[in-house]
């Protein structure tokens, strides 16, 4: 099956990356808004321009868009699903229905596939919410992120005067997760279950009480929480956090019984040396998928809740049974 | 909907009570192979003589059965299925393939819609197998099993001269675990990843060093295992032992990158106070989607790897899509 990126950013290079480990899989190329030749690629795939992108329509069997969500995906995602099956990984969370009904409509009136919201969270984490619901109707759920960068809080702090560069953890409580993995049931508050490490590059002639003032007090961002900030050298930011690692942990405690007497602790967690890497990952196994379902017949935008997990293995249904089941 | 339950044993009694926690569903009632009249019910819900089911054709839209998988279900599962839907927790994971196929063959014959192996491991430990290989290829997989009751080594130490009574608790080895959390990908024997821990009550006449040399050297069960052999009064075993808790841990590590730099650990673990009540409530999830794959006329056998998770709920689409995603 051929694949191609639409977008070449952190998200892009992860699918190129990713589509090299699956052998039922070539990689057709990447779609760029970018001049295409001054692109260049990290494995030497071709690059083409995103306006040429139709002429390509027979070429392609699924199109992965690796747009941002707040402008690119809301509008490229409906476009694209009119010539391609496609999939992204918008994640906007209370934008998603809306989303879903735009992919949805065009996909059925052009007999196209598509799957929206696919990654971690949203993605496999919400997989699991849905399947420990299920099992489980009388419990509670608890989302804990971290140890990772975010990098919307990162922006956040750079955008402070006097601050020349920046790197935010988001860090779960470890006793929170310990309450709950205990079946205590905590309430917990948004500061008793992350914290916010932040670690800042500043000019030489800031105030580093004011700067570290206005990100802790910053509405949203870190009011809430209860934040530690490391004033460092950007030879050491470089040296020590350019990675971009994330995880986190989906858990949901509930109760059975005659007298709701028995505990039961569901609990998934990654821990990911590179989020997007890791996100590019799910993508392509994704778009498996959704390659099947259009040779079925099975058109229209789909979420990880509406496909078969068989449909993202490459293995055939004996093999999964003998090997996995 | 409405459910029966077939064999009424503790996963029979697990499944009497999970439907309860499920406002969608109703208990018709269980069948059994004893006497009928002699049988009290946890709830009160009526008995019924298994050979008189067939009269119950149009009462039932899911039969969950609930018998070993060792002479049982073998047998009753294909025969079942030529009336009703079915479901079962067939484990011996070895012969799948073939009570898949005669299960299949049947259902499909009359169609009806039938799940097999369905519970945590056959079950949700397949799934999350399945997930995590098909979103990192390049990767390694591990089980561990417990801290949880076995039944079938408990059941061996009991067949032990001079053993009154025993219960056997599977337990992973903590270190192992730790290395495989850390991208380590040891290669671990069957002694490097689980200890065997035994309680024993023994006659008072009893040769103790004997018993605890025959268990510690029985092939297949205890031989290959760092066994602990632990002798208490009968008292201190019904005291102390008589729950009957599982769990455990399916892990998969990983590797991306363009050097494969990058290392991924996606793990999924149960901590279970009750072994038949969860698996239970996994099955009684996956009857919500046989009836549901049944409604749309998607007959024949299903295992977990074909079930899309949105069947598993009870929301609307737009509920999950909105509250889960």
Same mark, same amino acid.
């Given at each position: 099956m051929k694949i191609a990126i639409y977008g070449y950013g952190n998200l892009g290079k992860g699918v190129e990356l990713a589509v @090299?480990?699956?052998? =039922?899989m070539e990689l057709f190329g990447v779609f760029t808004r970018r001049n295409p030749e001054s692109l260049k690629t990290l494995t030497g795939i071709p690059a083409y321009s $995103? /306006? =040429? +992108?139709?002429?390509?329509k027979n070429d392609i069997d699924v199109l992965i868009i690796c747009g941002g $969500?707040?402008?690119d995906l809301p509008e490229m995602t409906p476009a694209l699903a009119k010539h391609f099956n496609v999939i992204d990984s918008f994640d906007t969370h209370a934008d998603i229905p809306v989303h879903f009904a735009k992919v949805d409509k065009v996909a059925k009136e052009n007999g196209t596939t598509a799957a929206i919201s696919? #990654?971690? =969270?949203?993605g496999m984490f919400s997989l699991n919410r849905l399947y420990a619901n299920s099992i489980l109707p009388d419990g509670k759920d608890y989302t804990f992120w971290g140890k990772g960068v975010s990098q919307g809080h990162s922006d956040a702090i750079r @955008? +402070?005067? #006097?601050?020349l560069d920046a790197r935010q953890y988001t860090c779960p409580v470890e006793e929170a997760m310990e309450k709950v993995r205990k079946g205590e049931n905590p309430e917990l508050t948004t500061r008793e279950k992350h914290t916010r490490l932040c670690y800042v590059v500043a000019s030489d002639d800031a105030d580093l009480a004011r700067i570290e003032n206005e990100i802790k007090t910053m509405?949203?961002?870190? !009011?809430d929480y209860d934040t530690t900030v490391n004033f460092i050298s950007q030879e050491e930011l470089d040296r020590d956090h350019k990675g971009i690692p994330h995880g986190g942990s989906v858990i949901r405690t509930g109760k059975t019984g005659l007298n709701g007497e028995n505990n039961h602790v569901i609990e998934y967690s990654l821990k990911l040396d590179s989020n997007p890497e890791f996100t590019a990952s799910v993508l392509v196994a994704y778009a498996r998928a959704v390659y099947k379902l259009n040779k079925k017949g099975d058109t229209g935008c789909k979420t990880v809740f509406d +496909?078969?997990? !068989?449909?993202? /293995?490459?293995?055939s249904h004996e093999e999964m049974i003998s090997h996995l089941l």
């Open positions: @090299r480990q699956n052998d =039922d $995103s /306006s =040429d +992108i139709e002429k390509y $969500s707040a402008t696919v #990654g971690w =969270d949203p @955008r +402070i005067e #006097g601050v509405p949203k961002y870190f !009011a +496909i078969a997990p !068989a449909d993202l /293995s490459p293995m």
